[in-house]
């Protein structure tokens, strides 16, 4: 399993390369076959004196996912939609979308991949026609998230200290706007 979270406090943490970088070391130090592969790919970019380009970075991945065979590998990215977006360039986050369906295209049976973003318009039309409706998850649809976001509001309200002196309706007021303008966060 592999893990990586794009952060938009983090400018290092917002771009493929970053995501490939770390996906990469983290399943390297998972088995001694995977651990080779990298080793290899190190020395042959001059014990890391020499950056790797991210198309090289990305066949490094795909060697590594090949490499495993039958055992399933995880690939969590969390928070895409952290990854900036700009309209009329090529964006990290387009670069990420399309990373994202090259690996779904290799058709291995043996790799989860699991998404979470906000439900952006342009992730959506990336992601939705590339996974079956039985693989996705809108949180942001889902009962239990309102209801556990009203929950944690009502909580605060009602715990603190200035605001337990306040009018009944205005707790409520608050309450309401505040779970019904999260939008799912």
Same mark, same amino acid.
């Given at each position: 399993?592999?893990?990586?979270?794009?952060?938009? #406090?983090? &400018?290092? =943490?917002?771009?493929?390369?970053?995501?490939?970088?770390?996906?990469?070391?983290?399943?390297?130090?998972?088995?001694?076959?995977?651990?080779?592969?990298?080793?290899?790919?190190?020395?042959?970019?001059?014990? @890391?004196?020499?950056?790797?380009?991210?198309?090289? *970075?990305?066949? $490094?991945?795909?060697?590594? +996912?090949?490499? *495993?065979?039958?055992?399933?590998?995880?690939? /969590?990215?969390?928070?895409?939609?952290? $990854?900036?977006? &700009?309209?009329?360039?090529?964006?990290?986050?387009?670069?990420?979308?399309?990373?994202? %369906?090259?690996?779904?295209? +290799?058709? *291995?049976?043996?790799? #989860?991949? $699991?998404? &979470?973003? #906000?439900?952006?318009?342009?992730?959506?039309?990336?992601?939705?026609?590339? &996974?079956?409706?039985?693989?996705?998850? $809108?949180?942001? *649809?889902?009962?239990?998230? =309102?209801?556990?976001?009203?929950?944690?509001?009502? !909580? /605060?309200?009602?715990?603190? =200290?200035?605001?337990?002196?306040?009018?009944?309706?205005? %707790? !409520?007021?608050?309450?309401?706007?505040?779970?019904?303008?999260?939008? @799912?966060?």
């Amino acid at each position: 399993m592999a893990y990586f979270f794009f952060d938009l #406090r983090d &400018t290092g =943490k917002q771009h493929p390369r970053a995501f490939l970088s770390s996906i990469l070391v983290q399943l390297g130090h998972q088995t001694l076959c995977l651990s080779d592969i990298l080793l290899e790919f190190y020395t042959a970019h001059q014990h @890391g004196s020499d950056q790797p380009s991210v198309g090289a *970075l990305k066949e $490094c991945l795909m060697k590594m +996912l090949e490499a *495993l065979g039958e055992g399933p590998i995880y690939v /969590i990215v969390d928070a895409l939609d952290e $990854c900036p977006h &700009t309209l009329g360039v090529q964006s990290s986050r387009r670069e990420m979308l399309e990373l994202i %369906k090259e690996l779904t295209g +290799l058709n *291995l049976s043996n790799l #989860r991949l $699991c998404v &979470t973003s #906000r439900p952006e318009v342009d992730i959506w039309n990336v992601l939705e026609p590339i &996974t079956s409706t039985s693989n996705r998850i $809108c949180l942001h *649809l889902e009962d239990g998230q =309102k209801r556990d976001l009203i929950d944690y509001v009502s !909580s /605060i309200v009602y715990s603190d =200290k200035e605001m337990k002196k306040w009018q009944e309706d205005d %707790k !409520s007021l608050v309450i309401q706007v505040l779970s019904d303008r999260a939008d @799912g966060v």
